[in-house]
């Protein structure tokens, strides 16, 4: 038996047909969202139903459930994305399931990519989680006795806007010093002073010996070890799982995290909360789409 993902972005559609039991990707689909002539909303919601439609002519059985992860914060009932100002214009309040004409799960997108690691990836079997996407801003999720927590006006989980120096100007929810601010994509060049556009650019630099790309990246991760060490002390988690496009810098990442997160990890009795990076790449929103659509229809 399958389900449908599917993950809505600025950039891409990207959408899988998935084995409900065992996690294999029957098979996946990428679409852009716009094209070169047309960037209405009524040609990426069509592409949405052209895909939906594709995928479900592969499936060799019935379709028990469709996800969709899109940037934003959903309703109650998870129908539709309820807020997401400023991107995809005409995706407030509008209903998959009636433009569809199925039952569609609606789930944030750093949400979706928690649960495609808690069901199918790093933090499979494990119950409480704590997940970070690392990349242009900072999302995240939690995972409390194996469900998602999404919490009052599925604001939960919104763990980049966390502070981490309350000294700093304030982000774009209005926190100061937040964790995004301090190492997400988006504030390379302002944190930089102009000399790097992206932590692709920083990371080259780093690896070449640069003073002031060391100094620049490794307080970014101190700050991250900082965040990541509050977000331990509020859930007590099994495990921290990353995500993202920055977790692509693997070991110049993890070594001085681990190295920062021995000096501020509460650690009773030496028990230390592993941290992990995710097992899924850019399919991570729409593997996770169709994990929601699976556990919430059950």
């Known amino acids: 038996m399958n389900a449908i993902g599917i993950d809505l972005g600025g950039t891409w559609i990207k959408g899988v047909l998935m084995d409900i039991y065992t996690g294999e990707i029957v098979k996946q689909l990428y679409h852009p969202t716009n094209s070169d002539t047309d960037r209405s909303d009524a040609h990426w919601k069509q592409a949405v139903a052209e895909t939906v439609a594709d995928l479900r002519q592969h499936s060799p059985g019935p379709v028990k459930a469709i996800g969709l992860s899109a940037p934003g ?16 214009q005409g995706l407030e309040g509008f209903h998959w399931g009636h433009f569809l004409n199925d039952r569609v799960f609606v789930v944030n997108d750093a949400h979706a990519a928690l649960m495609a690691e808690s069901r199918f990836g790093v933090a499979k079997a494990h119950k409480n989680v704590v997940m970070l996407t690392l990349g242009t801003g900072v999302g995240g999720g939690i995972l409390i006795d194996g469900k998602l927590h999404q919490g009052a006006f599925q604001k939960a989980g919104h763990l980049g806007h966390i502070t981490v120096d309350s000294e700093s100007e304030r982000d ?28 692709y650019q920083l990371l080259e630099a780093y690896k070449r010996g640069d003073y002031f790309a060391q100094w620049l990246w490794l307080t970014s991760v101190r700050k991250l070890a900082v965040g990541v060490s509050s977000l331990i002390n509020c859930f007590s988690p099994e495990l921290v799982v990353l995500g993202g496009g920055i977790t692509q810098a693997e070991d110049d990442l993890l070594l001085p995290l681990a190295e920062f997160m021995s ?18 790449g850019d399919m991570a929103g729409a593997i996770g789409a169709a994990s929601f659509a699976i556990q919430t229809s059950l």
Do not use: C
Request: no cysteine; hydrophobic share 35%; charged share 20%.
């Open 73 to 88: 914060l959903p309703n109650d009932s998870n129908q539709y994305i309820a807020f997401m100002p400023g991107r995809l």
């Open 172 to 199: 774009i929810t209005g926190v100061p010093g937040s964790l995004e601010d301090a190492i997400g994509n988006a504030t390379i060049e302002k944190r930089s002073l102009g000399r790097f556009s992206s932590t």
């Open 263 to 280: 000096l501020y990890e509460w650690r009773p009795g030496g028990q230390s909360t592993p941290v992990r990076i995710a097992h899924f």
